[in-house]
C-alpha cells in the first residue's frame, strides 16, 4: 500500500471519535425514563409488579435509577402510557437521591465538585475493581476510552495499581468474595479519593440486592462521591457525568 492509499482509507473511514460528549445522543439506546404527569388507574401497580429491582413506587409515581436495569418492563406493563424511555444518557448523580425520577422530571447535570475540580479536574487516575459484575459494566467502561468517547483526551485514565490511582471506580453487586479484595484496593488509595459505584449492581445490589452472597460493607462505610446508573451504563453516562463533575463541562 502507497501512502497515498493509506490517506484515502484514513479520509473514507472519517472522523470516528465523538467530537463533543456532552451533547451526544446515543442512537437505540434505552436511557434515562420519562414518566408522565397525571393520576394513575384507581389502584394501578403493574408496573411495580413488573420491576423485577423494586425500582418502581406507586402514588406518587417515582423511579429509582440507583436500582433500575433499564429493562423496559414497567412501560410495557403500563395500560396508560405513563412510563417511556429516552435515548437521553445523562442520568448520573453525587447522591442517591438524584437518583430519583419522577413526572416532568428532565435530565439535570451532575453538580460541579470545586475541590475535586482544582484537584482532578486536569488528571484524574482512575483504578477500576469489578466486584462480582458481569463484566457488563467493565465493557462499557473499558469502551470509554476507546477511539469513540476518548475519555483520555480530558485527562480521564485507568491505571493498574491502586496506588496510583485517585478514585475506585467499584462495579458488581460486591459479592463476598471481592469484600475483602475491594476493601483493599480502597485502603491502598492516597487520600484525597474518590469513589464511584458504576451500575445498578454496584449502586444498589440490582438484581442481587439482599442476596446472602454479598457484603457491601465498604459502601456503608464510604459514601461514592459519584453513582452512575445503568445495567450497563452507556460510556457517555460515565464519560459526561465524570466532566460535569470536574468542572470540565463548563463553556
Ligand atoms: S426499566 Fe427499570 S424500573 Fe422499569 S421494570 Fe425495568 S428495572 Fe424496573
Ligand atoms: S405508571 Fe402505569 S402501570 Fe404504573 S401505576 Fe401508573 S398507570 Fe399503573
Redesign the pocket.
Known amino acids: 500500500m502507497t501512502l497515498i492509499d493509506a490517506l484515502r482509507v484514513r479520509r473514507s473511514q472519517g472522523r470516528q471519535y465523538i467530537a463533543d460528549p456532552l451533547t451526544a445522543m446515543p442512537q437505540g439506546f434505552r436511557g434515562r425514563p420519562r414518566l408522565a404527569a397525571g393520576a394513575?388507574?384507581d389502584g394501578?401497580?403493574?408496573?411495580?409488579t413488573a420491576c423485577p429491582t423494586a425500582a418502581?413506587t406507586?402514588a406518587p409515581?417515582a423511579l429509582d435509577l440507583g436500582r433500575c436495569t433499564l429493562c423496559g418492563l414497567?412501560a410495557e406493563?403500563?395500560?396508560?402510557g405513563?412510563?417511556g424511555f429516552t435515548a437521553e444518557p445523562r442520568m448520573a448523580a453525587t447522591t442517591p437521591a438524584g437518583l430519583i425520577v419522577r413526572p416532568g422530571d428532565a435530565a439535570t447535570p451532575v453538580p460541579e465538585d470545586g475541590a475535586l475540580a482544582r484537584l482532578f479536574g486536569r488528571s484524574l487516575r482512575l483504578r477500576q475493581v469489578s466486584a462480582g459484575g458481569c463484566n457488563a459494566c467493565e465493557l462499557e467502561l473499558n469502551a470509554a476510552a476507546n477511539v469513540n468517547f476518548d475519555v483520555q483526551r480530558y485527562g480521564v485514565e485507568w491505571v493498574a495499581s491502586p496506588r496510583h490511582a485517585d478514585g475506585l471506580v467499584v462495579t458488581g453487586p460486591l459479592t463476598r468474595a471481592m469484600a475483602a479484595a475491594t476493601r483493599l484496593a480502597w485502603d491502598a488509595m492516597p487520600a484525597p479519593r474518590v469513589l464511584v459505584a458504576v451500575g445498578a449492581c454496584a449502586i444498589s445490589g440490582g438484581l442481587y440486592a439482599g442476596s446472602d452472597a454479598l457484603d457491601r460493607a465498604l459502601l456503608d462505610d464510604v459514601t461514592p462521591t459519584l453513582y452512575v446508573p445503568g445495567c450497563p451504563p452507556h460510556p457517555l453516562t460515565f464519560v459526561v457525568a465524570l466532566l460535569e463533575l470536574l468542572g470540565r463541562a463548563r463553556p
Do not use: F, N, T
Not at 44 to 48: F, I, K, Q, R
Not at 77 to 80: G, L, V
Open positions: 394513575c388507574g394501578c401497580d403493574a408496573c411495580v418502581v406507586p409515581l414497567c406493563a403500563c395500560p396508560d405513563r412510563i
